[in-house]
T-cell receptor, first 117, second 114 residues
């Protein structure tokens, strides 16, 4: 596709429900990142994939958060037993290069706004 | 650990006036620095980036930023504000690890008054 696509755009969940957020990166992009953006804050890193390998999950706030990218393209971020503090915008970004480096640019999706009631 | 501080959560300027958004960073290695803009209900869009070389970096929409190592700063400027510049702006530094993950500041909301 032309850009990073995320779905759904909005999700309302009752506390305790499980949710799944989808990210379709730009075709052919090797790297995929998930960030969490709380209201009025900057995005914070959650996890990083290089192709299908999850190389960094240091930002996941608890074991209720799980991410996968089984075929190295589409990724899903799953949150189990949602809590009110999980309410945030979840952003996905992709890059055509692996790892960091001067030429590495991340392209962001519009995000999924999760509200936990 | 690396960090980014944006001074001023809200900045208001008149249309046609100079825009100055401040960003300071901390990093133990030569940093890669970025400015992103976020319009309502949209994703982040890259304005400009500094990696190596020339310290004055020009970006899209007339924005530019200057990397000052001695001041650990990377302030964003635009000579003349336009109404369409109203948005949230984020400064970020690329993490020292080999993933390229970004560490963002808190953001600055730019208001442009007619």
């Amino acid at each position: 596709g032309a850009g990073v696509s995320q779905s759904p755009r909005y999700k309302v969940a009752k506390r305790g429900q499980d949710v799944a957020l989808r990210c379709d990166p730009i075709s052919g992009h090797v790297s995929l990142f998930w960030y969490q953006q709380a209201l009025g804050q900057g995005p914070e890193f959650l996890t990083y994939f290089q192709n299908e390998a999850q190389l960094d999950k240091s930002g996941l706030p608890s074991d209720r958060f799980f991410a996968e990218r089984p075929e190295g393209s589409v990724s899903t971020l799953k949150i189990q037993r949602t809590q009110q503090e999980d309410s945030a915008v979840y952003l996905c970004a992709s890059s055509n290069l692996a790892g960091g480096g001067a030429k590495n640019i991340q392209y962001f999706g519009a995000g999924t706004r999760l509200s936990v009631l | 650990a690396q960090s980014v501080t944006q001074l001023g959560s809200h900045v208001s300027v008149s249309e046609g006036a100079l825009v100055l958004l401040r960003c300071n960073y901390s990093s133990s290695v030569p940093p890669y620095l970025f400015w992103y803009v976020q319009y309502p209900n949209q994703g982040l869009q890259l304005l400009l980036k500094y990696t190596t070389g020339a310290t004055l970096v020009k970006g899209i929409n007339g924005f530019e930023a200057e990397f000052k190592k001695s001041e650990t700063s990377f302030h964003l400027t635009k000579p003349s504000a336009h109404m369409s510049d109203a948005a949230e702006y984020f400064c970020a530094v690329s993490d020292e690890s080999n993933t390229g993950k970004l560490i963002f500041g808190q953001g600055t909301t730019l208001q442009v008054k007619p």
